[in-house]
């Protein structure tokens, strides 16, 4: 379905009765076009956090907590994230035998949506721990030029590294990630997780290659399986991870993954950021 049709930048009532038809899938296939033979673009995850959680138990009395939603990179659709809001807001005042149950409806809504096995795990409002980055941070580089949309040539490996020297195996990370929202302008801010085996690259060209996301119309997701692929083709790496940690809106945040080798999906984390 095209974004166009969605509530997302426009004037909605919140529900208050259980809706699942306000759930708006978004096809990925459009936004893969240009990279559709990288591999690794079907392989991954994009993990959400759902912080405002409330349902009625067997004696209607509320409940709340945390949620951890977990849809495989190979589903045919991403969910619109305002749908996802309303969908959520419209569980409130809904009433539920068991907190199994109340997953499961979820967990089969959500699944019928993004046309794929989708998981959910609640966790207690003070359970979800706060974790802090690893590996090395390149925030402090200079990039040698600035551009302000996503530029696949400013990408370049290190032309000090000794061409006989074996691969690297590196985690880079960058704070500076910023995009817009395709459909409201509105800013997305995330931190971005680089993990790399191959011939060294140069840590101010991925600086600069983030920060010409800064103007950048894409959904989280689609930002993410950008960067993955630019890195790929270009750097030519062994082995690829990318994974960014956006900063929540609407009690929401998305955190897509994506790697060349299932064995390097790391475990989804939250930022103090986020």
Not at 11 to 34: C, M, V
Not at 68 to 76: G, H, M
Not at 196 to 212: E, F, H, T, V
Not at 220 to 239: G, S
């Amino acid at each position: 379905m095209s974004v166009e049709l969605s509530l997302l930048g426009k004037d909605t009532n919140y529900p208050t009765t259980y809706q699942p038809d306000i759930l708006f899938p978004i096809s990925r296939a459009e936004a893969r076009e240009q990279y559709a033979h990288v591999d690794g673009i079907y392989k991954g995850k994009d993990w959400w956090h759902v912080f405002e959680i409330s349902w009625l138990n067997a004696k209607g009395i509320p409940q709340v907590a945390i949620g951890r939603i977990a849809l495989p990179a190979t589903s045919p659709n991403l969910i619109e994230s305002k749908s996802l809001k309303l969908y959520f807001n419209s569980m409130n005042f809904t009433q539920f035998d068991s907190q199994q149950a109340f997953i499961h409806t979820i967990e089969k809504d959500l699944s019928n949506a993004a046309q794929a096995p989708v998981t959910l795990t609640l966790f207690q409002v003070d359970e979800l721990d706060i974790a802090k980055p690893q590996g090395i941070c390149i925030d402090d580089q200079e990039p040698d030029r600035l551009v302000n949309h996503p530029d696949a040539s400013l990408l370049a490996l290190d032309n000090q590294a000794d061409e006989s020297a074996e691969s690297v195996d590196i985690q880079l990370y960058s704070h500076l990630l910023r995009s817009n929202c395709p459909v409201t302008g509105q800013p997305d801010w995330g931190t971005v997780f680089i993990h790399y085996q191959g011939n060294k690259p140069c840590y101010r060209s991925i600086l600069a290659y983030i920060i010409s996301y800064r103007q950048h119309n894409g959904f989280h997701e689609q930002c993410v399986e950008q960067i993955f692929a630019d890195i790929w083709q270009n750097l030519k790496p062994e082995k690829l991870m990318v994974y960014a940690t956006y900063t929540r809106r609407g009690g929401l945040d998305i955190n897509p993954c994506r790697v060349s080798d299932e064995s390097w999906m790391p475990s989804p984390i939250r930022l103090a950021r986020q």
